[in-house]
């Protein structure tokens, strides 16, 4: 096979990026403008843009409205949205919020997975172990205290341990002031806000209401990030007090029977998790050619190869899928947010917004002389950065468990003697569990070579090494035809013979292990090192965006409560016009359409619903709202505070989210609450559920 240098690779990205960007050369970027949503508009409750909202939507919301909104809404464990739908402690969330963690409360023979669950009385509600939510009961402002002990300090260093020093103090001050509360600290524009946040937490969760995984997650890895959608992803818990009875909150949000309205306000509220539109153009330039890059070839790699193995291997498709669909969620989201990072005209509008915010700050001799130089600054840190970026990301791929077994087998071989007795065997079956997935390894394995050579190139020294000078699959054939290790028998055959056989060992994967690991730990020491300057000098420049733009602009996403606004609407695409919701007459035919094949196939009951099932009612919809990862679950409401949908995705123009908000095409997808009516009443006959919705409380 035909080398291919790092040389040449790096001239075929940029030939691909060149091409893929003709179709926009029409447009002088030199002209195109940061727009007034850029950053978003995922408002804190520390400072909702009422103002805004009035001119926006003549609707002025007042405090109490506040409130009732922030402390019906609660997060959902450590990973997703929620909120209080009743009097007596029901919880709205997503299906996917819950999915995952189905085995900690099922029953043997059980398969909710498969069948859904419901809890036809109280009674027969499930404590699940470990689950609770947090509800956001006060909000301390604590940036005065915490920047002037930064800014007293000098070196980078004295910064972060008096920050540190700081914030413990006024953490512990918090609990002392809230006995039995969970205290927070956050920190807003990346320095230029802090806040304590005081939170409630309920521990005893109980589940009342899951669809099918094949409703919860419809449409699978194809129809994820995608619209039009018809997807039941929605569940219902119910918070228990300390007594052991149903929580009695007068804070909740009641279930709208119209559902979403053209025209109206509507306002998502949860937790978004992560956002990076504060960043400097030199920082987002850093993750589309770096971090982003290497991430989402190796995750799309890795789903191509769980959907080959899952058509191969019928029998253990069920397996191969479930891992495809969060490995295709991180593949498309990630791999959205990296197309956003590569057109121009995003791009464009970063470089105009940072352009603007340098200007203002120069516009100021005070600004000036405090802040001007931090743009460099931090663009140094990343050039740092990128001196030794792609050897620290080949060597610390994690993809192919060969590769992981020779690190874990020369890690314990440097401690000295090998374990001896069950600690041997223990430490055999960790290295190499009973599990082990050898035709799916053998796959993973081409990928992870072929991302090594694509970061370091086929000419490296180490390449030529290990490979033994081959690339691609023949590179695979040598490595396992020379390994020791991928066998169980043949690992703990070399174990046995003792540490200095391993470390002396020719086997290729622990050869990389023992070429690597060294510099890796080296440069993972100087990466953090770096990263600690750049977030001393991220902190500074948020504490100049907040003098120049203060609450204008929402900071960026950080797992914590907040407020979105927005209004139902369609958008274009594929050469079309999105609708603004769907109906089960679109269910059906993505169902028929698709020959009732997997991820379109239906349960039972939902191929045979009741004839009352209304089939035209709002399903799924769209709205203007801006969401991340961690909206998962967010009820959105409208200005009566009803709540008229669970937000549960974006669509794929939502995707460059991470970075910059762009309100022409970018949607929430929820799932309606007409819709959800139709689902408990006229599907699953969850009939005590959909009442206590209706009438905000049980209903006896």
């Known amino acids: 096979m035909k080398k291919v240098t790092s040389k040449i690779m790096v001239l075929l990205l940029f030939i691909s990026f060149s091409i893929s960007a003709q179709s926009i050369q029409w447009q002088n970027l030199d002209t195109v403008k940061a727009q007034r949503f850029d950053t978003g508009k995922m408002w804190t409750f520390d400072y909702p843009p009422t103002q805004y909202w009035k001119e926006a939507y003549g609707f002025e919301p007042s405090q109490e409205w506040l409130d009732k909104a ?57 404590k699940v172990p470990g689950l609770f939510v947090d509800q956001l009961i006060k909000i301390i402002d604590v940036t005065k205290p915490v920047v002037d002990a930064v800014n007293a300090a000098n070196t980078v260093d004295e910064k972060l341990q008096a920050k540190n ?31 304590i946040y005081v939170y409630k937490t309920y521990n005893d969760v109980r589940a009342v209401y899951i669809n099918e995984r094949d409703m919860g997650l419809y449409g699978g890895d194809p129809d994820n990030f ?4 018809y997807d039941a992803d929605f569940a219902f818990v119910r918070v228990y007090d300390e007594s052991g009875k149903p929580l009695k909150t007068k804070n909740f949000f009641k279930m709208s029977e119209t559902g979403p309205q053209s025209g109206e306000p509507l306002f998502v509220i949860g937790n978004p998790g992560s956002t990076f539109r504060l960043k400097t153009v030199a920082q987002l330039e850093y993750f589309r050619d770096i971090s982003y890059a290497i991430q989402v070839a190796a995750l799309k790699g890795q789903l191509k190869i769980l959907f080959d193995m899952a058509k191969m291997y019928p029998e253990k498709a069920d397996l191969y899928n479930n891992q495809a669909f969060f490995t295709g ?93 069950e600690e041997f065997d223990k430490q055999m079956k960790k290295i190499f569990p009973d599990d082990f997935d050898k035709v799916l ?19 490296n020294a180490l390449v030529e090494q290990i490979f033994g000078g081959k690339t691609g699959a023949e590179a695979v054939k040598y490595l396992l035809a020379k390994s020791q290790i991928t066998t169980k028998e043949g690992l703990i055959n070399l174990a046995k013979k003792g540490s200095e056989a391993v470390l002396n060992s020719d086997d290729p994967f622990i050869m990389f292990a023992k070429e690597t690991s060294d510099k890796l730990a080296d440069m993972m020491l100087k990466a953090a090192e770096i990263n600690k300057t750049e977030k001393s000098l991220e902190e500074e420049l948020g504490q100049a965006l907040f003098a120049v733009y203060g609450t204008s602009i929402p900071p960026d996403a950080t797992f914590t409560l907040r407020i979105s606004d927005g209004e139902m609407k ?18 059906y035919n993505r169902y028929y359409g698709h020959k009732k094949q997997y991820p379109w196939a239906l349960p039972e009951r939902w191929a045979h619903p009741s004839k009352e ?12 709202n801006d969401i991340i990862g961690g909206n998962s679950g967010s009820p959105i409401v409208n200005k009566n505070l009803e709540v008229v949908g669970a937000v549960f995705d974006g669509n794929m123009e939502s995707l460059p989210g991470n970075f910059i908000f762009d309100t022409k095409a970018n949607r929430t997808v929820s799932v309606a609450s007409t819709g959800i009516f139709q689902i408990l009443y006229n599907i699953t006959h969850a009939n005590r559920i959909a009442d206590e919705l209706k009438a905000g409380k049980i209903v006896n």
């Open 441 to 459: 390894q053998n796959e993973l394995l081409r990928l992870h070579v072929d991302l090594i050579v694509m970061t370091l190139g086929n000419e």
């Open 329 to 421: 969620n991180s593949a498309k989201s990630l791999g959205g947010a990296l197309d956003g990072l590569r057109d121009p005209e995003f791009m464009a509008r970063k470089k105009d917004f940072e352009k603007k915010f340098k200007e203002a700050v120069y516009a100021k001799p005070e600004l000036k002389e405090k802040y001007g130089h931090l743009w460099d600054a931090i663009a140094g840190t990343r050039n740092e950065m990128r001196k030794f970026a792609l050897p620290m990301a080949a060597y610390g791929l994690n993809i192919s468990r060969y590769f992981g077994m020779g690190k874990e087998l020369y890690n314990l071989a440097k401690k000295g003697k090998m374990p001896e007795g």
């Open 226 to 229: 995608t619209y039009p959608r």
């Open 165 to 195: 020093e700081k914030t413990k103090e006024l953490v512990e001050k918090a609990k002392a002031d809230n006995p039995g509360m969970k205290c927070q600290f956050v920190q807003f524009y990346n320095g230029g806000k802090y806040s």
């Open 70 to 126: 922030r402390l019906s809404a609660v997060r959902f464990a450590s990973w997703c949205s929620s909120s209080f739908v009743s009097e007596d402690g029901l919880v709205m969330t997503n299906h996917h919020c819950v999915d995952f963690i189905l085995n900690n409360f099922q029953k043997p023979g059980e398969d909710i997975a498969k069948n859904g669950f419901y809890a036809p009385t109280l009674a027969d509600e499930r």
């Open 570 to 587: 369609s958008y274009g695409y594929n050469g079309t016009i999105a609708p603004e919701f769907t109906t089960f007459y679109g269910l």
């Open 613 to 624: 099932l209304d089939m035209s009612v709002p399903y799924n919809f769209v709205s203007t």
